[in-house]
């Protein structure tokens, strides 16, 4: 069982430090494109790159929030899950590029939020 914690725990370090590089990418690469116009065409501004980081940051996310939640019930780090997705989601449907360094920074923060207050709900309840 021990063994198990510790791969979790692992999986937890990657998805949380993904969702930092993730908020980091998406307030960076605006001002990088703005100062920087040779990037303008680079992987930092493909949209295709983005949108597969942004789905497997989620899908990782949702993964390891799931097996916790159904541990512990705690609900928060679901919720701002959900939420980081919705505010992507519209991003992508209302708003195009417009608030991109708003949005894709405030929903890589609420993943990373989430995170952590999912190890500090693991870290009260049980000894897991």
């Not at 990418?25 to 990037?39: D, E, G, K, R, V």
């Not at 519209?90 to 708003?95: A, D, K, L, R």
């Not at 949005?103 to 993943?111: E, H, K, V």
Request: with cysteine; net charge neutral; hydrophobic share 50%.
């Amino acid at each position: 069982m021990e063994h198990t914690h510790r791969h979790t725990l692992k999986i937890e370090k990657v998805g949380f430090y993904l969702s930092i590089l993730c908020a980091i990418h998406c307030i960076a690469t605006p001002l990088l494109i703005t100062l920087i116009p040779f990037l303008g065409g680079s992987l930092l501004a493909d949209h295709t790159w983005e949108l597969w980081f942004i789905g497997g940051s989620l899908v990782l996310a949702n993964i390891i929030l799931m097996i916790d939640y159904k541990k512990h019930l705690n609900a928060i780090p679901l919720l701002l899950l959900m939420l980081s997705l919705l505010i992507k989601l519209s991003e992508i449907v209302w708003f195009a590029d417009k608030y991109e360094l708003i949005t894709g920074g405030l929903g890589g923060l609420l993943i990373a939020s989430a995170y952590y207050i999912n190890w500090k709900a693991k870290e009260k309840s049980c000894d897991c």
